[in-house]
């Protein structure tokens, strides 16, 4: 068992929205459902919790009501190999949600999430000052990340 682990608050949608997460990703199971029980919060056999794995990290979702709203002082990076990755994961990650910029999203859930290339760390680690500033610039120009283009600026094209 991991030491810890991310729980998310949903206002009725947490199967909902774990069955998302396992669809878009590759290796990711539900793992468990826990349901109402007599005198519990909410109909009895409504979900309560349900946990689910992305990657082999374990989540958890909450059916906990109105009070509290996911926003985006907590975010997921998901660290990208290649365009076809981050094309993959903006286009699944943004259906019914909102781009944002610089490689950041709210799926329609209101989970903040930034899909970036790996290749973006290595460039921005480069000890060439002047290449990392242009990376930078030309990062903050984007709403999803363009793989391409980044290198483009860290050559200076």
Known sequence: MQKITP???????????ANFYVSVFKNSK???????GEGGPGPK???LVVGFEIEGI?????NGGPNFKINEAI?????????????YYWAKL????????CGWLKDRFGVAWQV???????????PDKEKVARVMQAMMKMVKFDIAALEQAAEGK
Do not use: N, Y
């Open 45 to 47: 056999g409504s979900v």
């Open 30 to 36: 539900i793992t468990d459902t826990m349901r109402v």
């Open 58 to 62: 374990a989540f958890s979702a909450l």
């Open 7 to 17: 729980f998310l608050w949903f206002d009725g949608q947490a199967e909902e929205a």
């Open 116 to 126: 970036v290339p790996t290749a973006f760390f290595k460039l921005i680690a480069d």
């Open 94 to 101: 943004t259906e019914g949600g909102k781009e944002i910029q």
């Open 75 to 87: 975010s997921f990076v998901v660290h990208c190999e290649s365009q076809q990755e981050v094309d």
